[in-house]
């Protein structure tokens, strides 16, 4: 829950009715503004781990054009001591598998960001709701 500070008991003991609607009125609004920066600052962090994931997406399908030459030069070293058409699966096994470890960890990282919904945040107004819930029932006693 967000951290709220309040009077003690034997204040609002003592308080007007008006002291104590402004009093609830300034804390709702202080609580309301720290849970909107709560969800706004687990926001941006769940954007960035997703743009983080994206961009190794496009690393594994990118990298492959990327790495044409290297491929063409460990194909023709390979060459000279099998055939090769061995040379050229053995770098295309090596590529695939690199490929799919980037694939893998860019997955991992977009689900990390997902779904993009203020987690913490909307815990923690829930457990604002209980709490105001909870007191209410008690002060009816």
Do not use: C, H
């Not at 609580?31 to 769940?46: G, N």
């Not at 990298?63 to 044409?68: H, K, S």
């Not at 491929?71 to 390979?78: E, F, Y």
């Not at 203020?118 to 604002?128: R, W, Y």
Request: hydrophobic share 50%.
């Amino acid at each position: 829950m967000a951290n709220v500070t309040g009077n003690g008991g034997d204040r609002a003991s003592t308080a007007s009715v008006a002291d104590l609607v402004k009093q609830l009125s300034e804390q709702t609004s202080r609580l309301a503004r720290q849970e909107a920066e709560l969800a706004k600052t687990e926001l941006a962090a769940k954007g960035k781990r997703a743009g983080i994931g994206a961009g190794m997406f496009g690393g594994a399908g990118a990298g492959f054009y990327a790495l044409g030459a290297l491929a063409a030069a460990a194909i023709l070293g390979l060459a000279t001591g099998v055939p090769g058409w061995l040379a050229a699966l053995i770098v295309a096994v090596a590529f695939g598998a690199l490929a799919g470890a980037l694939a893998l960890t860019g997955k991992a990282k977009v689900q990390q960001a997902t779904p993009p919904i203020p987690e913490q945040a909307t815990e923690s107004v829930k457990e604002d709701v209980q709490w105001a819930k909870t007191r209410a029932q008690t002060a009816r006693r």
